[in-house]
């Protein structure tokens, strides 16, 4: 639901925050996120219990968006990049979030390849809180702040959830 949303904006790209070692893989569905969580860990462990996501907003950059490389892995960083990152149903709960304009003012100096001033805040505030508001809408249940979508309501409501408040 919250993902088909995402997938019909065309001002969003949606990127792995961070590959395995090789190239950052821009995501095009829902059914591609979703296999992610079936997709077992390099080391062999068990399937993923959460898959990190970056938003990027089509414009809110000057120099577009650009993975950053290090230790031949790549991640899809930067102070505009909207955060969603989605967990399985249990202890903990999904959420989104992106830097303001002061967060990444006060973060210039200290990272590399990213400028605070190469970032259109107001557009990306104004494109995150859409999200937000659509997910709201969608919530059928609230612990504290949080909203339940209907999946998870369900969980909680029959003891099978214990999310943190």
């Known amino acids: 639901m919250i993902l088909d949303h995402i997938f019909q904006q065309d001002d969003l790209s ?3 925050l961070a590959s395995d ?4 893989r821009n995501f095009r569905s829902t059914d591609e996120v ?11 462990g068990k399937e993923r219990r959460s898959v990190h996501l970056r938003l990027y907003v089509e414009g809110s950059c000057v ?7 290090k230790y031949g892995r790549e991640f899809a960083q930067g102070f505009g990049m909207i955060q969603f990152y989605l967990e399985r149903p249990g202890r903990t709960s999904s959420h989104t979030n992106h830097n303001s304009q002061k967060r990444a003012d006060n973060w210039d100096d200290f990272v590399e390849d990213d400028s605070a001033e190469d970032w ?4 990306v505030t104004k494109t995150s809180s859409r999200l937000n508001r659509f997910i709201r ?7 504290g702040s949080r909203v339940l979508l209907p999946g998870a309501a369900l969980l909680w409501r029959t003891g099978k959830a214990d999310f943190f408040i």
Do not use: A, T
């Open 34 to 44: 979703m296999n992610e969580f079936d997709r077992p860990y390099r080391s062999g």
């Open 21 to 24: 070692f090789g190239q950052l």
């Open 63 to 69: 120099r577009g968006f650009m993975p950053k490389k």
């Open 120 to 123: 259109d805040f107001k557009l």
């Open 137 to 143: 809408k969608c919530g059928e249940e609230k612990i």
């Open 14 to 16: 949606v990127w792995e």
